[in-house]
Each structure stands twice: as C-alpha cells, then as structure tokens.
C-alpha cells in the first residue's frame, strides 16, 4: 500500500466537500494537461476516433478527442463526492429519467434484470443512481485494482448505496446467473476488449471488435431482460436514460445478438460521442493475419 495511493483517497474525500463547479473546473484543467502530455494514450484515442469516425474532419475528431480527456478527468473526480459526499447532495446531483415502466421495475420488481450500461464516463454515477432507488440485489461485475488499498476504496464506493454485490472475473457465471434467476439486477459492462479468449468478432463502426458475447449469454441463461443504461455528465451532475426494454433480444445466435448490442452501442454514441471511453485499446485483439492498430 503505497503513500501515493493514501494521499490520493484522501484528496478524494477532501473533494466529496468542494463545490461541484470547482470540481468541475479544476477537471477540465486536468484533462487539458492530460490531452498535452499522455502521449500514449492521446495516440489510443485519435487512431480509435479515426477508424470510428472517418467521415468525420481531423479538425473534428482533434475537439472530440480533447473533450474526451476533459471527461476523463472530471469523472474520474466526481467519484470524490459519488463515494464520499452526504446522501442529499449525491442524490441532488444524479438525475434518472426515461422509460418510466422500466424506472419502477428496477426499483420495485422481481423479474431478472440486465442493465446493459456501456462504458460512458458516467457509468459510475448511473450504478450509483440506480442502486440508491432499489433494493434488489444489484451485482457488478470489476477487475481487481494492482494497489490493494485503491482496490478496496473502489470496491467500497461501489457498494455505498443499495444492496451491491461486487464479483471479479474470474468468479466464473454460476453467481452471476444464481442472482439474476433470484430476481436480482446485473450491472454490465460488456463493451470492452477482454482479449481473444471466450470473445467474437463483430463490427463496432465497421471494424472487427472482440467482444464478449455475455449480454445474449447471460439474459438467455438467466431468463433476464435487457434494459440500457446510458449515463450523460452534465454541468449540474449526470443525468441518466433509462431506455425501453430490448423487445427482440436474446436470441438463440450469441454472435448476431452481440453484433446487434454493438449496432445499438453506435446509436447511444452517436448522439455524445465525446462521453465515451475512447482511451480504452478497443480494437487491441485483431483477427488472424490482421495488422495491429496501436
């Protein structure tokens, strides 16, 4: 446990009581100087932009990709006040709206529920937003921290609100389809790329993505409805949509279901495609013989 990570949780408590403007501006700051100096990662960013969005002007995608680190860093520190601040001031921030039949079944049902929450920067906020209106037993599904002391900080935070179950990797599915078939809610997070194993490849923006087919596998084997989740940082907080239940989703072909989850992400990006996790290596897994991309 290193004093860094220490110093670091604790200037993040510190912030759960700074106004939420400062918060935010000292953010933008910050991921100015990141967009400047992560050089590494500022590349990730503009050769996925590039494949994502070529119609688009470079001039387009350079103001794309500098939003995108100002996002990084402002909600990076907002988990300040989501994990730390009083339960009146989370609340006040967080704004949930959209399908309003959905909205009660999340809170007040108990039929299996899969919360298909892509990887916006508010994804947090929306976990905690939900999981503050129900008490169903929520389950998320994270990858462990390397620093134990950071590990354990998120893990808690997480978990601050509602009835959370926090599970790792490699605890395999038998508990995640034993709580979605108790009437539980899944928190997922599929639009990533986990590596070759266990993946198929799909279009995401027309170029061939590993991603996991766990959406289709886990609502077909946990009897589970698909609800999306998308979360908007806003400047008074976020906002989150809860959209109308996927009418038409699973089917018994994982790979058309996992292509027709990416079709349906585009959709969602489309409309703020500054807010999405873009300094992810999303197409780091190619297919045989295929160049690398990074």
């Given at each position: 446990?290193?004093?860094?990570?220490?110093?670091?949780?604790?200037f993040?408590?510190?912030?759960?009581?700074?106004?939420?403007?400062?918060?935010?501006?000292?953010?933008?700051?910050m991921?100015?100087?990141?967009?400047?100096?992560?050089?590494?990662?500022?590349?990730?960013v503009?050769?996925?932009?590039?494949?994502?969005?070529?119609?688009?002007?470079?001039?387009?995608?350079?103001?794309?990709?500098?939003e995108?680190?100002?996002?990084?860093?402002?909600?990076?520190?907002?988990?300040?006040?989501?994990?730390?601040?009083?339960?009146?001031?989370?609340?006040?921030?967080?704004?949930?709206?959209?399908?309003?039949?959905?909205?009660?079944?999340?809170?007040?049902?108990?039929?299996?529920?899969?919360?298909?929450?892509?990887?916006?920067y508010?994804?947090?906020?929306?976990?905690?937003?939900l999981?503050?209106?129900?008490?169903?037993?929520?389950?998320?599904?994270y990858?462990?921290q390397?620093?134990?002391?950071?590990?354990?900080?998120?893990?808690?935070?997480?978990?601050r609100?509602?009835?959370?179950?926090?599970?790792?990797?490699?605890?395999?599915?038998?508990?995640?389809?034993?709580?979605?078939?108790?009437?539980?809610?899944?928190?997922?997070?599929?639009?990533?790329?986990?590596?070759?194993?266990?993946?198929?490849?799909?279009?995401?923006?027309?170029?061939?993505?590993a991603?996991?087919?766990?959406?289709?596998?886990?609502?077909?084997?946990?009897?589970?409805?698909?609800v999306?989740?998308?979360?908007?940082?806003?400047?008074?907080?976020?906002?989150?949509?809860?959209?109308?239940?996927?009418?038409?989703?699973?089917?018994?072909?994982?790979?058309?279901?996992?292509?027709?989850?990416?079709?349906?992400?585009?959709?969602?990006?489309d409309?703020?495609?500054?807010?999405?996790?873009?300094?992810?290596?999303?197409?780091?897994?190619?297919?045989?013989?295929?160049?690398?991309?990074?």
């Open positions: 446990m290193s004093l860094s990570s220490r110093l670091g949780i604790a993040m408590r510190a912030l759960a009581h700074v106004p939420l403007p400062v918060v935010r501006g000292f953010g933008a700051i991921g100015r100087v990141l967009h400047s100096v992560a050089v590494s990662r500022r590349r990730v503009d050769a996925n932009l590039a494949l994502c969005f070529p119609e688009k002007s470079a001039a387009e995608r350079r103001r794309i990709a500098r995108t680190f100002v996002y990084v860093a402002q909600s990076w520190l907002d988990r300040g006040w989501l994990w730390h601040a009083p339960h009146a001031t989370v609340a006040a921030r967080l704004a949930v709206k959209g399908a309003a039949a959905e909205i009660d079944e999340i809170a007040n049902g108990v039929e299996p529920m899969i919360l298909f929450a892509p990887h916006f508010g994804l947090d906020a929306a976990a905690t937003a999981t503050m209106h129900t008490a169903r037993p929520s389950t998320t599904i990858t462990t390397r620093d134990p002391l950071v590990d354990a900080w998120i893990k808690e935070g997480r978990k609100f509602g009835n959370v179950i926090t599970l790792n990797r490699v605890d395999g599915i038998k508990p995640i389809i034993a709580g979605l078939r108790k009437g539980g809610l899944l928190y997922l997070l599929p639009d990533m790329d986990f590596g070759r194993d266990q993946t198929v490849f799909v279009p995401f923006y027309g170029v061939p993505a991603t996991v087919p766990s959406l289709s596998r886990f609502a077909r084997l946990g009897r589970a409805k698909v999306p989740v998308v979360s908007k940082l806003t400047s008074s907080g976020y906002e989150i949509e809860v959209l109308p239940a996927w009418s038409d989703f699973p089917t018994e072909d994982a790979v058309a279901d996992t292509a027709l989850m990416n079709r349906r992400l585009q959709s969602y990006i409309t703020m495609p500054s807010q999405y996790y873009w300094v992810h290596r999303r197409f780091k897994t190619r297919p045989e013989g295929a160049a690398p991309v990074y």
